[in-house]
């Protein structure tokens, strides 16, 4: 019943928008995706790297762009809507500023599909060396979590995962575009280190964010909320392995 009762609600709203009414999409969108990162490297080993410089430039801008629309949409809409950032359930209803808020959600769903062309692009320029697990693991969970973020709470306590990431992607994206520039700009980008804190930082309030409401009285479903603080301790132990490998044990060999 209470599956039955999720479905009704969200029909009306999200149903009908690209990619969320059956998983079956995404999950093809995923197998595609992992037969790219067994398939790729086999067709490009005894090829040259593919010179993508201008298509990264205006990828990682374009996405700044999206970034900073989505994070303008997250913002403004849960100010007008007096959203609470310690309890906020979801409003199913189709009132303009609930569907704003769900179409928002949507978008930041589908960014994180558009997101695995980063993996696309490691592969046609041989950078084998940045198919990590980590990676993968990332870019490939992103769109099944969101795609059950935007079919059964799209907006409520959402809206604070999207709001915090969109703001780490517009940093994130303006640091690889100015890479992709080219090699003298690396002297502007000394920051990457802080990065990696900053995307470090973002799972912390996750996770407290997410422990506190499953502790707390909040008509927002706990299972969602379990789901995100247990995604959020794999993802804090990884980027933790990640930066210690590239900066703390770099600085010791050193």
Same mark, same amino acid.
């Given at each position: 019943?209470?599956?039955?009762?999720?479905?009704?609600?969200?029909?009306k709203?999200?149903d009908?928008?690209?990619l +969320?009414?059956?998983?079956v999409?995404v999950?093809?969108?995923f197998?595609v995706?992992l037969?790219?990162i067994?398939?790729?490297?086999?067709?490009?080993?005894h090829?040259e790297?593919?010179?993508?410089?201008l298509?990264?430039? =205006?990828y990682? #801008?374009?996405?700044?762009?999206l970034? /900073?629309?989505?994070?303008?949409?997250f913002?403004l809409?849960?100010?007008?809507s007096?959203?609470?950032?310690l @309890?906020?359930p979801?409003?199913y209803?189709?009132?303009?500023?609930a569907v704003?808020?769900?179409? +928002? @959600?949507?978008? #930041?769903?589908?960014s994180? =599909?558009?997101?695995?062309s980063?993996?696309l692009?490691f592969?046609?320029?041989?950078?084998?060396n940045?198919l990590? !697990?980590?990676h993968v693991?990332h870019?490939?969970?992103?769109?099944?979590?969101w795609?059950?973020?935007?079919?059964?709470v /799209?907006?409520? *306590?959402?809206f604070?995962i999207?709001l915090v990431?969109?703001f780490?992607?517009?940093?994130m994206?303006?640091y690889?575009?100015?890479?992709a520039?080219?090699?003298?700009?690396q002297?502007y980008l000394w920051?990457?280190r802080?990065l990696?804190?900053? *995307?470090?930082l *973002?799972?912390l309030? !996750?996770?407290l964010?997410t422990g506190?409401?499953? #502790?707390?009285? @909040?008509? !927002?479903?706990d299972s969602m909320?379990? =789901? +995100?603080f247990g995604? @959020?301790?794999?993802l804090i132990i990884?980027f933790?392995?990640f930066? !210690?490998?590239?900066y703390?044990s770099?600085?010791?060999?050193t």
């Open positions: 019943l209470f599956f039955l009762w999720y479905c009704v609600l969200t029909y709203r999200t009908p928008w690209l +969320v009414y059956s998983p999409p999950g093809l969108i197998l995706y037969c790219g067994w398939i790729g490297p086999r067709l490009m080993k090829r790297p593919v010179d993508l410089r298509v990264l430039i =205006v990682n #801008f374009a996405m700044v762009g970034s /900073a629309y989505m994070f303008y949409e913002l809409t849960s100010w007008l007096n959203y609470s950032l @309890c906020q979801v409003d209803s189709t009132s303009p500023l704003r808020m769900a179409n +928002v @959600c949507w978008w #930041f769903f589908f994180k =599909v558009i997101e695995l980063d993996t692009f592969i046609l320029r041989k950078k084998n940045q990590t !697990f980590l693991y870019h490939g969970t992103m769109i099944f979590n795609w059950a973020g935007i079919k059964y /799209a907006g409520g *306590q959402s604070f999207g990431n969109t780490v992607h517009i940093v994206y303006s690889y575009g100015l890479a520039i080219g090699p003298h700009m002297t920051w990457k802080y990696t804190s900053l *995307q470090l *973002q799972f309030l !996750f996770l964010h506190y409401n499953l #502790f707390t009285d @909040c008509d !927002f479903p909320n379990m =789901v +995100v995604y @959020c301790v794999t990884l933790s392995n930066y !210690f490998q590239s703390l770099k600085k010791k060999k």
